[in-house]
């Protein structure tokens, strides 16, 4: 095939509507734009902003209080039953729960939740610690370390 016989396939270019060029074309007369008023004639149209005398959305959406999504904590959540499945005597830190699947982001800074219970020894490092989640292991036998930035 020489570059002189490639061609364009079927359909894959359409052809734009011809305003104004007469009745039996679909379009012609007012080409689609109604009779008079703002809408109908050529140059600048109304901002969208603009609603035609109705109270502006941007003016009927309240606008005071404060909002704390900005300034809020993140943290990679994990709960002590989750470390209950690792091997006994391990050092969890954000690391090891990243390759174990336990969390997604080694950025956000990790707290430890108590929900459900654990059974094995482990040295747990974390940002934060729930009391309940401290005692449990704690009480399991290893340590929760917290880390100080």
């Known amino acids: 095939m020489m570059s002189h016989e490639i061609t ?11 305003k104004g060029r007469g009745r039996g074309s679909g379009l012609g007369k007012t080409c689609g734009k109604g009779h008079k008023g703002q809408l109908s004639r050529s140059g600048k149209r109304p901002p969208i902003t603009k609603e035609g005398g109705q109270m ?4 009927r959406i309240p606008k005071r209080g404060f909002n704390n999504y900005n300034f809020a904590n993140r943290y990679a959540i994990v ?4 470390l209950d499945g690792l091997a006994e005597g391990s050092r969890v830190d954000a690391q090891f729960l990243k390759e174990a699947g336990l ?3 080694t950025e956000l800074p990790v707290k430890i939740l108590g929900d459900g219970e654990l059974n094995r020894k482990l040295t747990v490092v974390a940002h934060r610690f729930s009391r309940s989640a401290e005692q449990k292991i704690t009480s399991a036998g290893g340590a929760a370390e917290v880390i100080t930035k």
């Open 79 to 82: 709960n002590v039953s989750q």
């Open 8 to 18: 364009a396939l079927a359909g894959s270019h359409k052809q734009r509507r011809r």
């Open 103 to 105: 969390i997604r982001n």
């Open 56 to 59: 502006p959305l941007f003016r």
